[in-house]
């Protein structure tokens, strides 16, 4: 009888870890910690000249290539994380993309709220991770993007299509759009989600 009540319980407790690691909260986006520097981004870039709004679409993620950029699984953003060379804002975006012939198109899902970021207090080693509280839903395949004119969120040190740019601004509820240009600098931020 002992025994048999020791199986069920190590049984029920096997259950209950799996739930939980089912639900365990999982990250997207850059991969962020206080050795990544926001190189050449102490001033803020615009996008366009001159700086004009745009929405700023992560299309490699810094430290997580090869489809580190794209949510892996449904769920909700609980936090948004980023590293900052110098103060902004900007207007937190859910959107869809991929490339085309000619390039890229992306489409806006939803809005997320207006993160405001203070950037580094000092310029060196270790690098300050701003973190903060969200609530937005996310689909497998959706992207991290941002509206805003101009932003330090980034790492300059490379070249290629890391973030795409489009002008105007996408807007959720309209389909897609083609870019207007690419940079080569990462966008440093992440998505720490809660699985649905």
Same mark, same amino acid.
């Given at each position: 009888?002992?025994?048999?009540?020791?199986?069920?319980?190590?049984?029920?407790?096997?259950?209950?870890?799996?739930?939980?690691?089912?639900?365990?909260? *999982?990250? *997207?986006? /850059?991969?962020?910690?206080?050795?990544?520097?926001?190189?050449?981004?102490? /001033?803020?870039?615009?996008?366009?000249?001159?700086?004009?709004?745009?929405?700023?679409?992560?299309?490699?993620?810094?430290?997580?290539?090869?489809?580190?950029?794209?949510?892996?699984?449904?769920?909700?953003?609980?936090?948004?994380? !980023?590293?900052?060379?110098?103060?902004?804002? *900007?207007?937190?975006?859910?959107?869809?993309?991929?490339?085309?012939?000619?390039? *890229?198109?992306?489409?806006?899902?939803?809005?997320?709220?207006?993160?405001?970021?203070?950037?580094?207090?000092?310029?060196?080693?270790?690098?300050?991770?701003?973190?903060?509280?969200?609530?937005?839903?996310?689909?497998?395949?959706?992207?991290?993007?941002?509206?805003?004119?101009?932003?330090?969120?980034?790492?300059?040190?490379?070249?290629?299509?890391?973030?795409?740019?489009?002008?105007?601004? !996408?807007?959720?509820?309209?389909?897609?759009?083609?870019?207007?240009?690419?940079?080569?600098?990462?966008?440093?931020?992440?998505?720490?989600?809660?699985?649905?």
């Amino acid at each position: 009888m002992l025994i048999r009540l020791f199986l069920v319980t190590v049984v029920c407790a096997a259950f209950a870890a799996l739930a939980a690691s089912a639900r365990a909260t *999982f990250m *997207f986006g /850059s991969k962020l910690d206080t050795t990544v520097q926001p190189s050449n981004a102490e /001033s803020p870039h615009p996008c366009g000249h001159p700086a004009r709004p745009c929405t700023w679409v992560m299309n490699e993620a810094y430290g997580r290539p090869d489809g580190g950029h794209k949510a892996p699984k449904p769920g909700t953003i609980t936090k948004i994380r !980023l590293i900052a060379g110098d103060a902004g804002s *900007f207007r937190l975006q859910i959107v869809r993309a991929h490339a085309t012939p000619g390039g *890229f198109e992306a489409k806006a899902v939803r809005n997320g709220p207006r993160i405001e970021y203070k950037g580094q207090p000092d310029p060196n080693e270790p690098f300050k991770v701003e973190t903060f509280s969200v609530h937005v839903h996310v689909s497998k395949g959706d992207r991290l993007a941002i509206k805003a004119k101009k932003t330090s969120t980034l790492r300059c040190s490379s070249g290629g299509p890391n973030t795409l740019l489009f002008d105007p601004p !996408l807007v959720p509820g309209q389909g897609y759009k083609d870019d207007f240009d690419t940079d080569g600098c990462w966008m440093l931020i992440e998505a720490v989600v809660q699985p649905s």
